[in-house]
């Protein structure tokens, strides 16, 4: 996927994100940078603040997809701390900021400090994606599914 733009490198981040916690979109819209320890492995899924299924809170351990997509979602946590020096209360993956472009005409231009209000952003973001990879779409919800089929492989208990 590109990078070129914060907005890519935030759809990217999107996708490694999602591979590397099996989060449901839902709550992958309402994370806050508070909520994600990438020193630790691990995203906090407070039911207070994200939206999980059930309204349970829980902590998610990183699965072992690969050094590559942790590296990619570290470094989108440092950047939006050192480089857009937000805080712990400001999301994870923030909403477009959608203003006139110099087109005339409402444009996307960078990352607005506010939660999505939906999941939908994030589907089209992987419809998008896997578009342009030239591959079928994928929903964010299969890749909980591969993450179940990958602890079946790998794990020699159910408790692993």
């Known amino acids: 996927m590109s990078a070129a733009t914060e907005i890519d490198q935030r759809n990217c981040t999107l996708i490694a994100f999602t591979i590397l916690t099996g989060a449901r979109d839902g709550a992958i819209a309402s994370f806050k940078l508070g909520h ?3 020193a630790e492995g691990k995203i906090d899924q407070d ?3 994200v939206r999980t299924k059930f309204s349970k809170s829980f902590i998610t351990t990183f699965f072992p997809v690969g050094s590559e997509i942790r590296a990619v979602v570290a470094d989108w946590v440092a950047y ?3 480089q857009k020096l937000w805080g712990l209360d400001d999301p994870l993956f923030p909403a477009a900021k959608v203003a006139v472009g110099d087109n005339l005409r409402f444009a996307a231009l960078g990352l607005d400090r506010k939660h999505w209000s939906s999941a939908a952003p994030i589907r089209q973001i ?3 994606a896997f578009a ?3 591959l079928p779409y994928f929903n964010p919800h ?3 599914k591969t ?3 990958l602890g079946g492989r790998i794990c020699k208990t159910p408790e692993e």
Request: proline share 0%; no cysteine; glycine share 10%.
């Open 80 to 82: 939006l701390r050192t």
């Open 126 to 128: 992987f419809k998008e």
């Open 147 to 149: 993450l179940a089929l």
């Open 36 to 38: 994600i320890d990438i």
């Open 47 to 49: 039911a207070r603040e």
């Open 132 to 134: 342009g990879a030239g």
């Open 142 to 144: 299969s890749f909980r």
